[in-house]
């Protein structure tokens, strides 16, 4: 797990940022701020540390908050909206969305009119004309989860990171552009299933802990509890292990 | 609570610190659960390398009658090894999750700790004296020469100095497939349950090769996994009766006598969510982190993310008592969410009963009066709930002082800072206290922080 202490004050390189920052006049829109969330999220549950075992609560509060975003995405009609204009306008706006998400408490303090990141709530609306440029299929964004992901939560080095990150929305960007669809389905259907697709990924995730020998020698005594569960995932999950270990050594 | 004096309220003050000074913390160092054992006279602390280190109380000093026996080092044992699970290709972590005591039955002391997937009964026994005067051997254990044998003596036991032994005598393995979390000694003191994210189970303390499955909540399809066991425990009194608590924010009672599966709850506590407060961290934020019956069973009490509540186990559709641990954080929790920190799982404990109390409140009020969570920055608060104060304190070496009353701490939400007040922006968040205990018999509580073990006490006159 990566802890970062929000005691940082500085983001080092303040300045720039708030350079950036002038140049945008926007505040982040509640789609915007739905939208990072969703990808912060599905990060988090593409980066579990797989040296161990994957927390299994953490997962499943992750995937619920990431269920809660499409449904309501879903209603909104968000999804139907992937008109990306301008990319570099748009990815500096994200990129403004991620740190003020970061620094809300900072901008409060100041007496800045930030709006508390903590409470999403439905009637803070404002600039809809906004949202189609900003929103993006989140699909794709998951396929460059370690820049993303380095360059979110290290902010050591934010001057380098930013171009880091910049440079991998823009790869996110270059993919999206050709793509338009009018429906969630359409959406799905061209990403990898595997890494973007909630309840595959949560299975995938399962499957790693799901050993038959394991659970017939959980419950011994416990007749009821005999429901095989093992499917054909499973095994073929725990196989591509055995083989991995077998072709290793 | 140390404000105006007199009354009851506790005024506490530092009174030990365990483990390194310096700020660069070792990660097997990380203290993962602290726990008294039943007479107070023992505290164990497990890490996250797999150790158990247990303190004992000195004997109090008559002539130092102004402070209760310090607690010193008394064993320190590995309990758990890292493993491998080869099938998985997965670490198993040596960390060791809960530590839980029984009562004592004859001269050496039992305790169950687990990790991830392996509890273990562990035997600390005491070593105070050793036969000495064989026939047959020689002191430093070399076999004599037996043509040099010519009277036989009885060995006679001499005392030595004291050596603590552990040793496991129970290893319970191979019942859990997911993460275990909890695990609760029954009140018949022969049965115990462990939980993990989706299964519970139950053993006996005697047999090692069997367990029963009580409560078992993994869907058919995994795809529709929407909810875990976050943590679980046995009534004080009724030996059939346990809880446990969900990542939604949900406790179900189970009655064992009702079924050999409890999937199905006799009792289900939930609070209706309060819509103004509704956000999309509001399940995560709701996920119950701990669970802990009160002295006589009648109330229960949970942590969630934000709050630590009070349930009458008569009223299943709201807590009776609601206390706000750090509600500045709740504009936060995008941020908390971002690096990890909402998903903290802070513990709570009660006070301990008081013998003298016990006796003259039979009837009025429940002995559970006060409870006690940490926080952030290494702060940790107390709510009292017959008189409805509450109190912040911090553990911290820079007040180490004993017999020193700690100064109450206050977080500023927003606007104007006062003086002495610490802003919630700088709170540092890598500084939790997570494990905190009470002694079961006086007002001497162990707070955790990430590597070390503070004690304080209460001021005696």
């Given at each position: 797990m990566f802890v970062r202490g929000l005691k940082r004050k500085c983001f080092d390189g303040e300045e720039d940022i708030e350079g950036t920052l002038a140049g945008i006049k926007a505040i982040p829109s509640y789609n915007l701020q739905r939208q990072s969330l969703l990808d912060m999220s599905l990060v988090k549950l593409q980066l579990c540390h797989m040296l161990v075992e994957p927390n299994l609560c953490r997962s499943v509060l992750i995937a619920n908050t990431v269920r809660q975003i499409q449904e309501e995405m879903t209603q909104d009609g968000t999804w139907q909206m992937i008109n990306t204009q301008s990319t570099g306008q748009a990815s500096l706006d994200r990129l403004v969305s991620t740190d003020i998400l970061c620094r809300s408490s900072r901008d409060q303090a100041e007496g800045k009119h930030v709006p508390a990141y903590g409470t999403f709530n439905k009637d803070f609306e404002s600039d809809q004309a906004h949202d189609s440029s900003e929103t993006m299929s989140t699909a794709s964004s998951v396929q460059a989860p370690r820049n993303l992901q380095s360059n979110v939560w290290e902010m050591e080095n934010p001057q380098e990171n930013k171009g880091n990150f910049q440079k991998s929305l823009d790869q996110i960007f270059e993919t999206l552009e050709n793509k338009s669809s009018n429906s969630v389905e359409d959406l799905f259907s061209e990403v990898d299933n595997s890494y973007y697709d909630l309840d595959t990924m949560l299975t995938g995730m399962m499957s790693n802990t799901k050993v038959g020998h394991c659970d017939s020698l959980e419950t011994f005594s416990s007749p009821t509890n005999t429901a095989s569960n093992s499917n054909c995932k499973s095994d073929l999950n725990d196989l591509d292990h055995i083989v991995e270990i077998l072709v290793e050594s | 609570f140390s404000g105006a004096g007199g009354g009851n309220d506790i005024q506490w003050c530092f009174s030990q610190v365990k483990?390194?000074?310096?700020?660069?913390?070792?990660?097997?160092?990380?203290?993962?659960?602290?726990?008294?054992?039943?007479?107070?006279?023992?505290?164990?602390?497990?890490?996250?390398?797999?150790?158990?280190?247990?303190?004992?109380?000195?004997?109090?000093?008559?002539?130092?009658?102004?402070?209760?026996?310090?607690?010193?080092?008394?064993?320190?044992?590995?309990?758990?090894?890292?493993?491998?699970?080869?099938?998985?290709?997965?670490?198993?972590?040596?960390?060791?999750?809960?530590?839980?005591?029984?009562?004592?039955?004859?001269?050496?002391?039992?305790?169950?700790?687990?990790?991830?997937?392996?509890?273990?009964?562990?035997?600390?026994?005491?070593?105070?004296?050793?036969?000495?005067?064989?026939?047959?051997?020689?002191?430093?254990?070399?076999?004599?020469?037996?043509?040099?044998?010519?009277?036989?003596?009885?060995?006679?036991?001499?005392?030595?100095?004291?050596?603590?032994?552990?040793?496991?005598?129970?290893?319970?393995?191979?019942?859990?497939?997911y993460h275990i979390n909890s695990i609760s000694i029954n009140s018949d003191y022969e049965t115990y349950l462990s939980a993990d994210d989706l299964r519970i189970n139950l053993w006996h303390l005697e047999i090692t090769d069997r367990s029963f499955n009580i409560v078992d909540i993994k869907p058919a399809n995994m795809e529709e996994l929407t909810e875990v066991i976050t943590a679980a425990e046995f009534h004080p009194n009724s030996c059939s009766t346990f809880v446990y608590s969900s990542s939604k924010g949900t406790i179900r009672l189970c009655d064992m006598r009702a079924s050999a599966l409890c999937d199905r709850h006799s009792k289900l506590f939930e609070e209706p969510e309060d819509p103004s407060n509704r956000s999309f961290f509001s399940e995560i934020i709701s996920s119950i982190s701990d669970v802990k019956f009160s002295h006589s069973g009648r109330y229960m009490m949970t942590r969630d993310y934000l709050s630590v509540k009070i349930w009458d186990l008569n009223m299943e559709n709201r807590p009776v008592e609601t206390y706000q641990v750090h509600e500045y954080l709740r504009s936060k929790l995008c941020s908390l969410y971002e690096n990890d920190c909402i998903f903290d799982k802070f513990e709570c404990c009660w006070n301990g009963s008081d013998r003298q109390v016990e006796f003259l409140s039979l009837c009025t009020s429940d002995l559970s009066n006060i409870v006690m969570t940490g926080s952030y920055n290494n702060f940790f608060r107390m709510f009292d709930r017959n008189t409805k104060r509450d109190i912040t304190l911090e553990a911290s070496r820079e007040n180490n002082k004993p017999r020193t009353v700690l100064k109450p701490r206050k977080v500023c939400a927003s606007g104007k800072r006062k003086k002495d007040e610490i802003s919630v922006d700088s709170l540092d968040f890598n500084?939790?206290?997570?494990?905190?205990?009470?002694?079961p018999k006086e007002n001497i509580i162990a707070v955790a922080t990430t590597n070390n073990l503070y004690i304080f006490q209460d001021k005696m006159n």
């Open positions: - | 483990g390194a000074v310096d700020d660069d913390v070792a990660e097997a160092d990380i203290i993962s659960t602290v726990e008294f054992n039943h007479s107070g006279e023992l505290l164990a602390t497990g890490d996250k390398g797999g150790r158990v280190v247990i303190f004992q109380q000195e004997q109090e000093n008559k002539t130092q009658s102004h402070s209760r026996g310090e607690y010193n080092v008394y064993s320190t044992f590995q309990s758990h090894e890292p493993e491998f699970d080869y099938l998985k290709s997965l670490e198993i972590e040596e960390k060791i999750n809960k530590i839980r005591w029984l009562p004592q039955k004859n001269a050496a002391q039992f305790l169950l700790s687990t990790n991830d997937k392996t509890i273990k009964l562990w035997k600390i026994s005491e070593r105070d004296k050793r036969p000495e005067g064989y026939n047959l051997k020689e002191e430093d254990g070399r076999y004599r020469d037996p043509t040099t044998v010519t009277t036989l003596r009885v060995p006679v036991f001499r005392p030595m100095d004291l050596m603590v032994e552990a040793s496991p005598r129970r290893i319970f393995a191979n019942a859990h497939t500084k939790k206290i997570l494990h905190t205990a009470w002694h």
